[in-house]
């Protein structure tokens, strides 16, 4: 039965491109119209089709971590392209039942308190920071990088984006600075360093906070930035420039309104905060049940109307918009490539369902930003 469910879901999800799926009888079927690039699905576990209608992108992305689902060739671009691309072509009524039960769901799922914010900061941001070493760039961006040319270096276009940052600050030296969620530190240092303003950066991350304060103090920029293991809502005080590069997709939908009147509330009357966060294209919706349950959880990527209805609603006045489009894809791309080039030592770190569910976690959303 539940083969055969699978099979017609899977028939009205594939309109373009072509999948062939190895079921775990060993029965092959195969989907779409055939046009462009092929990708053959193997399922090992006959419990698979069962999970995979149930809970189709939660088990997908399990089974691959758990190796009882593979892709011929370890295709991850090809498998997240065909997948991509028919879930914006495909009317398949099924996904839509499903996309309304998450959209319900995602108040609960994106409530996050001060405390609940802690623990889910921790479950990705408190991870061995040897683990990032492997990745990212020198001075730890986790965030979109800026390429002003698609074939910049990764150093190169983190360096560019905070610098373009700084720029849309319009800063001038000895200004106050807020950072809210302020990384292993490296905006909060460029911006001290290099533009003469006094900055406090504010984490929930323990293991972040550590990192950037040591780096504070071997920069011999401890008059000058500093560094607090604190909620951004408990942060007291006026500054002439805020900044969030990243963070606001942990705020929670719950939340838009008490953030911006935060920001509102800590801002001097001639201040300037800029927010830099991963947004979706199309209208309000929710997160893919398998990034919150292993990546981000309580993580939600806002469409345009949720953010402008909360800017709105707390006074302050939207002077710049900038969708920068394909930027994060090229970073992502990147950043999987460093990562399995040092699979090796991700694998001594953690294990192999590590690191397959941190390659799946890559390629889903560069290929997410590319389609």
């Not at 040319?149 to 276009?157: G, I, K, R, T, V």
């Not at 905060?273 to 947004?279: E, F, Q, S, Y």
């Not at 990527?301 to 402008?308: H, N, V």
Request: hydrophobic share 35%.
């Amino acid at each position: 039965m539940w083969t055969r469910t699978l099979d017609a879901m899977l028939r009205q999800f594939c309109v373009t491109g072509a999948l062939t799926v190895t079921y775990p009888d060993g029965a092959r079927r195969y989907y779409g119209p055939g046009q462009g690039g092929h990708v053959h699905l193997i399922l090992h576990d006959p419990a698979l089709p069962r999970k995979l209608v149930l809970a189709t992108e939660l088990a997908l992305g399990e089974a691959y971590m758990d190796g009882t689902a593979t892709i011929e060739g370890d295709d991850l671009d090809g498998f997240f392209t065909f997948l991509l691309t028919n879930a914006a072509k495909s009317d398949a009524a099924w996904r839509r039942w499903l996309l309304r039960l998450r959209y319900w769901k995602r108040v609960i799922d994106q409530t996050n308190p001060a405390h609940r914010s802690r623990e889910n900061v921790a479950h990705h941001y408190d991870l061995s920071g040897a683990l990032y070493d492997l990745f990212l760039d020198d001075d730890r961006q986790y965030s979109c990088a800026y390429f002003t040319h698609p074939d910049m270096s990764l150093e190169a276009a983190q360096t560019a984006k905070k610098h373009h940052i700084a720029g849309k600050l319009c800063l001038s030296p000895g200004m106050e600075v807020l950072e809210i969620g302020c990384g292993w530190g490296g905006l909060a240092l460029s911006l001290a360093q290099d533009y003469g303003v006094r900055v406090l950066g504010v984490t929930l991350s323990t293991q972040q906070h550590k990192v950037a304060t040591e780096r504070a103090e071997r920069a011999g920029l401890s008059g000058r930035v500093r560094f607090e293991l604190q909620d951004y809502r408990a942060v007291q005080g006026q500054f002439d420039r805020i900044v969030s590069v990243g963070m606001f997709e942990h705020v929670g939908v719950p939340h838009y309104g008490e953030y911006f009147a935060t920001l509102h509330d800590r801002l001097t009357d001639d201040g300037i905060a800029l927010v830099h966060t991963i947004g979706r294209t199309g209208p309000p919706g929710a997160t893919s049940p398998w990034i919150t349950k292993y990546i981000f959880p309580g993580g939600y990527c806002p469409a345009l109307s949720e953010l402008s209805g909360a800017v709105e609603g707390s006074g302050l006045y939207p002077t710049d918009l900038e969708v920068w489009r394909l930027h994060y894809a090229y970073t992502l791309r990147h950043w999987h490539d460093r990562f399995k080039a040092n699979q090796d030592r991700a694998r001594a770190l953690y294990d192999d369902r590590f690191c397959r569910m941190w390659r799946y976690y890559l390629k889903a959303c560069e290929h997410t930003f590319r389609h």
